[in-house]
């Protein structure tokens, strides 16, 4: 069993529902996971992701003003000591400082098989809406590093669900959410597992170029 010392030190970034933040801290209750949420960042107050935060007991962060985004953002992160960032329905862009200062230590979920059906403007129900349109025969969802290219960086996990005949946008969506409630947390244990930090420094907080 690892205890909170050494587990590594994440932050969850959002701006909805929180129903991947829910599953994130879900399975962290498990006594190996890697990971501990440390903290919740939501860009408005009232949300589904704040009641996750306080569900869970988990420190919340209300980065409310989008000039000053990155700024707090980033303020937060080095109070909490996070050692690593976890991006679920954020709609902000993450300036290309964070990003860079973060050393590839920043994760995101899209709910397409990227890199068909990401980019700027896809976000939410338009990329089951996009799906639908182009007319695949399987959509899923995709957990990856967050670069300066958006929805571009190194992937490190895909799961696909097949659409079948009368979907709709909606249940398009449930079914590719259900499906990001798994691999999401999965991957993010394997990600936090496979960092050096912090079983053998014990020193929490990435030692980032803020
Ligand atoms: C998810 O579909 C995720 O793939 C996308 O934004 C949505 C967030 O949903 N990046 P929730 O707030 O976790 O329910």
């Known amino acids: 069993m690892l205890d909170n010392s050494q587990r590594v030190r994440v932050a969850i970034v959002g701006s909805g529902g929180g129903t991947n933040a829910r599953a994130l801290c879900q399975y962290a209750q498990g006594d190996s996971v890697h990971y501990v949420v440390a903290l919740i960042v939501s860009t408005k107050p009232?949300?589904?992701?704040?009641?996750?935060?306080?569900?869970?007991?988990?420190?919340c962060c209300i980065c409310g003003s989008k000039e000053t985004f990155d700024k707090d953002l980033e303020a937060a992160l080095r109070?909490?000591?996070?050692?690593?960032?976890?991006?679920?329905?954020?709609?902000?862009?993450?300036?290309?400082?964070?990003?860079?200062?973060?050393?590839?230590?920043?994760?995101?979920?899209?709910?397409?098989?990227?890199?068909?059906?990401?980019?700027?403007?896809?976000?939410?129900?338009?990329?089951?809406?996009?799906?639908?349109?182009?007319?695949?025969?399987?959509?899923?969802?995709?957990?990856?590093?967050?670069?300066?290219?958006?929805?571009?960086?190194r992937i490190l996990a895909q799961q696909e669900t097949d659409v079948h005949p009368g979907d709709t946008d909606a249940l398009?969506?449930?079914?590719?959410?259900?499906?990001?409630?798994?691999?999401?947390?999965?991957v993010v244990d394997k990600f936090c597992a496979s960092l050096d930090l912090p079983s053998k420094t014990l020193e929490h907080g990435v030692k980032w170029a803020f």
């Open 172 to 186: 398009l969506q449930e079914r590719v959410k259900a499906i990001e409630h798994v691999i999401y947390p999965q």
């Open 46 to 59: 009232g949300i589904g992701i704040v009641d996750v935060a306080s569900d869970y007991g988990v420190p």
């Open 79 to 153: 109070e909490h000591s996070i050692d690593v960032v976890l991006l679920a329905g954020l709609m902000r862009q993450v300036s290309r400082d964070t990003i860079a200062a973060v050393k590839g230590n920043m994760l995101n979920i899209h709910p397409s098989l990227l890199p068909k059906h990401g980019g700027t403007g896809m976000y939410g129900i338009r990329v089951h809406r996009a799906v639908l349109e182009a007319g695949e025969k399987t959509t899923g969802a995709t957990v990856h590093v967050v670069t300066d290219e958006y929805d571009q960086g």
